[in-house]
Structures are given as structure tokens and as C-alpha cells.
């Protein structure tokens, strides 16, 4: 019993750490989206998202999974093997880095026109090909940060990064406008870098001689199974990146930058605990993933806690989100309110299959992984544009719930038959717990009648607090060490 509160206060920790780190970074990104909605406008937002999917789909084919695979191997690796492991990722980090800058540079003509439909926007990509340098390498340090559980000079990067960006990001809109964007990303990715490389250098990392056969076999270990992460990534930047032009296409800039502001709305509200999951999690699966009771034991418990602590927040959301939407953005922004009420619901769902999601990654089974992203990914491109036909802007919410009800389903078999994962009674009861809550809070706003809707609004709101409340107390006391104070 002490081991798994042990666990759990660990889960916590991070997620404190983590989740200080991201309500920084959340405040500075309300910050920078309520400067680009009214200095750059709804088309100008549109520009940004289309920029950012061809940066991220082209460090994507260019980074060779090293994102992931540099974190599972340094966890995994002996303290003295560590050295020269970090001087190795760094090494291919720039290699990488270099490559896809020249892709984007020699391409740009190339992706103005089948991102916007002509070669306007040829300049743009150009000066963006910068944005991926720093952006590579900038991964590559944030990676071996990760890998060494150095959090909390990984928490300082992630925080000085977004708030250091924030005046520049500011200054060049108000003076460029849309002619900005480019140099806002260049800008962002710079200092991302530079503040990652000093502390970086504050490890004062010394590997001695590396041989070459040497460098070359450990080399391979790391990019081998990245090729299929790198190809996971590639698909669904490129699933990402294809709903985006279709939206583009046929609904215009101005619908594509809606889409942006909602999808980035509710990446940002949980971002808090995915951050956590994916810097702390993944470190700490990989070092217990040869072991498979505490691999499930594991799993369970992040699972739980994730599910436990996002339930209230989304609850919340959903009560107070055309609020939530005109406070960030402006008016303007009211048509996403649809698309953000399903695709909030979804990220409880993602939670869930994201905790056993990482357990193909700890084990590095990269291919199975590869090939569960290609058939997930698929379904999700589906539902988005078969709803956003159907529905517009409402509908692509809907599709993102129920891809992610399916892709719970699904990874659930991946990992049971492969694994023997199983969740455990805690967890079973809980999950119910919350869907039973968000139904709930789903029938109460078709509700016409002001007065009653708000009322079980918060209701519903006390009863969802109250009970995560109860259950953390459960496993870590805290009310009665208030009591004893």
C-alpha cells in the first residue's frame, strides 16, 4: 500500500511540477492568441496554423523518431553509458536539423502551393526553413533533458522559452502584421534553443573518446526503431496537415483559422497533464518496461490520476466556454463553441489511450506502433471530414469524440493481446464515475431554461470537485494533515 501511495505521489509531483510549468506557458500562449486574433485577425490565425503544420510535418520526416527514441534509450541506459549517449543525439540532432531546413528552403515554392494554392506565400516558407533548425536541435536537448530526469531544468527551459517569446512575439505583430508570422516562428524557435543549450551545458557533460564502430552500432540502436516513429509522426502531421488544406479549400482561410483557434483552445486547456505524461511517464515506464506487472501497475495508476484530475476541468469548461472563447480570442471566434463542447469530451478519452500508448514505446515494439498510428489516423481523417461535411466546424468536434472512443478501444486490444494489459478495478469504476458526469453536463446544455441549466451546472461542477477531492485524499491524506495543523 505505501508503494502504490508512493506512486501516486510521484505521478502527483510531476504533474505539480509539470502543471506549474504549463499554466506559465498557457497564460503566455492566452497572451500571444489574444495579440495574433486582433492585430493579425481570423485569416492571419489561418496563415499560422498552415505554417506551423508544413514546419512540424518536415521536422517530423527529417528528426528520425530521435524525439522518443533518445529518451527511452538514455532512461534505460547505465549512468556511465550516458556521456557519450548525449554527445552521440546531439551529433545526429544537427544532422537532422541541417537536413530539413534545406528541405523547407529548396521546397518553399513547392509548399506555398499546395498549402494556399499559389506561391504568394513563397518568402514565408523561406524564411521559416531557419524556424526548423533551431526547432531540431532545440528537440534534441529537450530529449536528453527528458531522458536524464533532469525535470526541473526541463521545466525551466519550457518556461523561460514561452515567456521570453512573448515581447518579441507581440512587438513583430504589431509592426509587421501578417508579414510577421514567419519571423514570430523564427523567433519563438531561436530562443527555444539558446535557453535549452545553456542548460545543456550546465551538465557539463564529458564522454571521453568515442570510437567510431562504436558510434556507428549505438547510432543505429537509436535510429533504427525511430524510422517507424519517424513515420508515425510523418502520417499524422500529414493527416493533421491534409484536414487543414481541405478546410482551407473549401471552407477558406477564415474557417481554417477557426479550426486552429478551437483545436489550439483545447490542446491548451489540458496541456497541463499531457505535458506531465509525456516528460514524466514515458522516462519512468522505460525504466520498469521489462518488468510487465509494473508495467501494468504502472499504467494503471497514471491512467487513473490523468482521468481523476482532467474530469473537473473539463466539467468546468463546458459550463463557461463562450466565456472562456471570447476572453481569448474575440466574438468573432463564438462559431467554435460546437466544436470545442465534443472535442473537450474527447480529451478524456485521449487521456486514457495515450497512458497505454506509451507502453508500445517503453517496450519498443516501434513497428507495431507505427502500424497502430496508421489505422488510427486513417479512422480520425475520416470522422473529421465526413463531419465537417455533414456539420461544419460542429462536426469536426464530433468526429474527434468518436475517434477517440475508438482509438480507446482499440489500443486497449493492441496492449491486452500483446501485453496481457489489463485495468484494474479502481480504474474500471472511476472511468464510469466521469462518463456518467460528462453525459450529465452534455444534457444540461440542450436545456432552455436558463435558471435551471445554470443551476445543475454547478451542481454538477461541486459534485465533480468534491469527488476527485475525496478520492485524492484517499491516497494521500492531505485533509487530515490540515486537521493535525
Known sequence: MKTESNSYKQIIKATSLFGGVQSITILVSILKTKAAALLIGVSGVGIFGV???????????TRCGIDVTAVKEIASSEKEEQPQLVKLILKITLITAILGALIIFIGSPLLSQLAFNHKSY??????????????????????ILQGLRSLKNLAK??????????????????FFGEKGIPWVIVTTAGISFFVSHYYIKQLKISAGNYPLKKLIETGKTILKPGLYLSLASIMALAIAYIIQVYITNTGGVEEVGLYNAGFALIHSYVAIFFSALSKDFFPRLSKVSKDSGMVNKTVNEQAYILLLLITPLIVIFLAIKPFIVTLLYTKAFLPILG???????????????????????????????????????????????????????????????????????????????????????????????????????????????G?????????????????????????FNFFDRFKHD
Open 51 to 61: 505554417l506551423m503544420s508544413t514546419l512540424n510535418f518536415i521536422q517530423a520526416l
Open 451 to 475: 435558471i435551471i441549466k445554470h443551476t445543475i451546472m454547478i451542481l454538477v461542477i461541486l459534485c465533480s470537485l468534491c469527488f476527485t477531492l475525496f478520492k485524492l485524499n484517499n491516497h
Open 157 to 174: 527551459v519550457i518556461t523561460l522559452s514561452s515567456v521570453l517569446s512573448l515581447i518579441p512575439t507581440v512587438g513583430i505583430y504589431y
Open 339 to 449: 466544436m470545442i463542447t465534443y472535442g473537450m469530451l474527447s480529451t478524456a478519452f485521449k487521456s486514457v489511450s495515450w497512458s497505454m500508448g506509451f507502453m508500445l514505446l517503453a517496450k519498443g515494439d516501434s513497428k507495431l506502433y507505427f502500424i497502430t498510428e496508421l489505422i488510427t489516423h486513417l479512422v480520425l481523417l475520416t470522422f473529421v471530414v465526413a463531419g465537417y461535411q455533414i456539420y461544419g466546424l460542429t462536426g469536426i468536434g464530433i468526429g474527434f469524440l468518436v475517434y477517440h472512443i475508438l482509438d480507446l478501444l482499440f489500443i486497449k486490444w493492441i496492449v491486452t493481446k500483446n501485453y496481457g494489459f489489463k485495468f484494474d478495478l479502481n480504474f474500471n469504476n472511476l472511468f464510469y464515475v466521469c462518463i456518467f458526469q460528462f453525459l450529465i453536463m452534455v444534457g444540461v446544455l440542450f436545456i432552455d431554461n
Open 122 to 143: 513563397t518568402s514565408f516558407f523561406i524564411i521559416v526553413s531557419m524556424a526548423i533548425l533551431f526547432n531540431q536541435m532545440a528537440t534534441g536537448n529537450l530529449a
